[in-house]
Structures are given as structure tokens and as C-alpha cells.
């Protein structure tokens, strides 16, 4: 009985080591937007945010077949692109320890082309209206 009990508190000890504090995986990232929708040649700014951000640094990563990381940084704003799924979650800086995986955000992205105009003085002869289709 001696025994099992100083194996199971050995596992115990290993176990918090390895994994961590439990409260500091009850920490949920939680990801936004500022645009759901993306025109092409567009861009979108996601945000993950994590409660008790101290010594964080944040992970982007875009569901598809390879489930790949976009974006690993201190910055927790990352412009994409490209339309998907994203998720995001926190690290704590120079640990193993990882917040609870973000509720996942759909970006979409449109055919349409992001219109922009720029004039420079003397290029265009002065009009009194430009329009744009």
C-alpha cells in the first residue's frame, strides 16, 4: 500500500511538472475580427487576446488539411488574407504551457477587388467628380 501511494503522489508531482498549473490551463484565448469578409487583394486583422497576457506569445493557425501555424509572435494582431477558418491560443513564453484552444473565426474572401485611387497633384486635369464602378 506504502508503495502505490508514494507511485501515485511521484505521478502526481511528475505530472504538475510536465502539464503545469491547472489554473493557467483554464485560460481561454479568445480570437476576433475586424472584418469577417476579405476582398481579393485584401486583408483582414485577427486579435488574440488571452486574460493574464504576461509572458504570452500567441499562435495563428489556419484549419485546412495541414492544420499549419500562420503566425507564432509576441504581437497578438496578425493581418491575413487568405479566407479559412483560424483558431488561436496563448503560450506562456519559455514553458510547455498552453491556454485552452479560441472558438474558431470564419473569414471569407470575395472576388471582388479592393478599389483604391490615388491622384497626384498635376497628373489629372482638375474635375469636378470622378466615378468609380
Do not use: W
Request: proline share 2%.
Amino acid at each position: 500500500m506504502g508503495h502505490s501511494l508514494l507511485c501515485m503522489m511521484g505521478f502526481f508531482l511528475l505530472s504538475t511538472v510536465i502539464c503545469g498549473n491547472a489554473e493557467e490551463l483554464k485560460f481561454k484565448a479568445t480570437l476576433t475580427a475586424d472584418s469577417t469578409t476579405t476582398p481579393a487583394g485584401g486583408s483582414v486583422t485577427l486579435t488574440c487576446d488571452v486574460k493574464d497576457s504576461v509572458d504570452i506569445e500567441y499562435e495563428l493557425r489556419k484549419t485546412s488539411s495541414e492544420n499549419k501555424i500562420i503566425s507564432f509572435s509576441s504581437k497578438s494582431a496578425t493581418s491575413v488574407s487568405d479566407g479559412g477558418i483560424y483558431t488561436c491560443r496563448g503560450r506562456r513564453r519559455n514553458t510547455s504551457l498552453v491556454t485552452t484552444k479560441s472558438d474558431s473565426v470564419v473569414i471569407q474572401e470575395t472576388d471582388e477587388f479592393k478599389n483604391s485611387l490615388r491622384i497626384e497633384k498635376g497628373l489629372l486635369p482638375v474635375v469636378e467628380e470622378i466615378t468609380i464602378h
